[in-house]
C-alpha cells in the first residue's frame, strides 16, 4: 500500500470523477484507475462503484477514506516537522472561524503570516462555535476563533480569552427605531428578528438575553453567516443583534445600544496535542508563546 495510491483515493472521492482526479493529481487517467485497481486487489475489496454515469465510494471505500486521510496528513506532518529542523515552515493550516469574529482582523492576521511562510497552504472555515471546537478536538483545524456566551468555555482544547463584548441591536437606517440612541429588550420583542440558527452559540447570546427579560421574540429569519443576516436587516425584513465589535464598521445599518445586553467572549483555540510546525508558526504571530501552545495533553483543557 503506497501513499500515492490513497492519495489517488482521496481524489477520486472527493471529485466523484476519475478523469478529474487524474487531472488534479497530474497523472493520466489510465495510470490513477491502475494504481486503483491495484491497491482494490491487495485489500480484496471495491472502493469504488463505477457506472457510466457515476463514481461513488462502495462501504469499504467509505472505511477506507478516513484513514487514507489520516494516513497522507500524518506523511505531511511527518515532511513539516523534517523542514522545521531546518528553520523552514512548510505543511498545511487550517483555521476555523465564526463570521462574526472582531477580537482580531483576520485576514491582516493571515496576510502576516502568509507573507512570512510562503510554503504553507492556508485553508479557512467559517462555522458555528459548536462545529469549530469539535473540529478542533478531531485534528481537522489546527486553530479556530470562537464567541460564546460569558462563562461558557470551549472543552477539549487548549486555548485563550481573546476580548469581551456587548450585544447591540442592528436596524435598517429607515427603520422607525433608527433614530434612537438606546432601546431595551421589551421594546425590541415586538418587532421580527433575523438570527442564528437556534441551537447555536451565536443564537445563545440573544436568546439568553430575552430570557433573563423574561420577554418573548419572534425569529422568522434563521441564517447561517453574518453576511447575509445584515444583508436581510438592510432590506427591512427584520432587525438583529450581534456583537457591537462586529457591526461598527458595517454601512447602511444604524447600531442602537442595549440598556440590557448580553456580554460574550472570543476565544482563540487550539489542539491540546502539539501543533504542527505551521500551526505553532500562526499562533506565535497571536502572540502566543510555544510553551503555551505545545502544552501536554494531560493538562487542563479550555483556556
Known amino acids: 500500500?503506497?501513499?500515492?495510491?490513497?492519495?489517488?483515493?482521496?481524489?477520486?472521492?472527493?471529485?466523484?470523477?476519475?478523469?478529474?482526479?487524474?487531472?488534479?493529481?497530474?497523472?493520466?487517467?489510465?495510470?490513477?484507475?491502475?494504481?486503483?485497481?491495484?491497491?482494490?486487489?491487495?485489500?480484496?475489496?471495491?472502493?469504488?462503484?463505477?457506472?457510466?454515469r457515476r463514481v461513488r465510494l462502495t462501504p469499504a471505500g467509505e472505511a477506507f477514506l478516513p484513514a487514507a486521510r489520516q494516513a497522507l496528513d500524518a506523511a505531511e506532518r511527518a515532511r513539516a516537522e523534517v523542514a522545521a529542523t531546518a528553520g523552514e515552515i512548510r505543511g498545511r493550516l487550517a483555521v476555523g472561524a465564526i463570521s462574526t469574529v472582531a477580537a482580531v482582523d483576520l485576514p491582516a492576521v493571515l496576510e502576516q503570516f502568509h507573507l512570512r511562510h510562503r510554503e504553507v497552504r492556508i485553508s479557512l472555515r467559517t462555522s458555528p462555535s459548536e462545529e469549530l471546537v469539535e473540529r478542533v478536538r478531531q485534528g481537522t483545524l489546527d486553530v479556530?476563533?470562537?464567541?460564546?456566551?460569558?462563562?461558557?468555555?470551549?472543552?477539549?482544547?487548549?486555548?485563550?480569552?481573546?476580548?469581551r463584548g456587548d450585544l447591540v441591536a442592528v436596524v435598517a437606517l429607515d427603520h422607525p427605531l433608527a433614530g434612537r440612541e438606546h432601546v431595551d429588550l421589551h421594546r425590541l420583542a415586538e418587532e421580527t428578528f433575523v438570527d442564528f440558527p437556534a441551537g447555536t452559540a451565536g443564537r445563545a447570546h440573544s436568546d439568553a438575553a430575552f430570557a433573563a427579560a423574561g420577554v418573548r421574540r419572534e425569529v422568522a429569519f434563521e441564517v447561517t453567516t453574518a453576511d447575509l443576516l445584515t444583508r436581510l436587516i438592510r432590506h427591512g425584513l427584520g432587525i438583529g443583534m450581534l456583537p457591537g465589535a462586529f457591526v461598527s464598521g458595517l454601512p447602511g445599518l444604524r447600531v442602537l445600544r442595549l440598556r440590557d445586553a448580553a456580554a460574550r467572549m472570543e476565544h482563540l483555540i487550539w489542539s491540546r496535542f502539539p501543533p504542527s510546525p505551521a500551526a505553532a508558526a500562526f499562533l506565535s504571530v497571536l502572540g502566543v508563546p510555544a510553551a503555551e501552545s505545545s502544552g501536554s495533553p494531560d493538562d487542563e483543557p479550555g483556556p
Open 144 to 163: 479556530a476563533f470562537l464567541g460564546l456566551p460569558l462563562g461558557v468555555r470551549p472543552q477539549g482544547v487548549r486555548g485563550r480569552e481573546l476580548a
Open 1 to 52: 500500500m503506497e501513499l500515492q495510491q490513497m492519495r489517488y483515493v482521496v481524489a477520486v472521492a472527493e471529485t466523484s470523477n476519475f478523469t478529474r482526479a487524474a487531472e488534479q493529481c497530474l497523472v493520466v487517467q489510465s495510470a490513477l484507475s491502475h494504481q486503483i485497481a491495484r491497491l482494490e486487489r491487495e485489500l480484496g475489496a471495491k472502493l469504488f462503484e463505477r457506472t457510466s
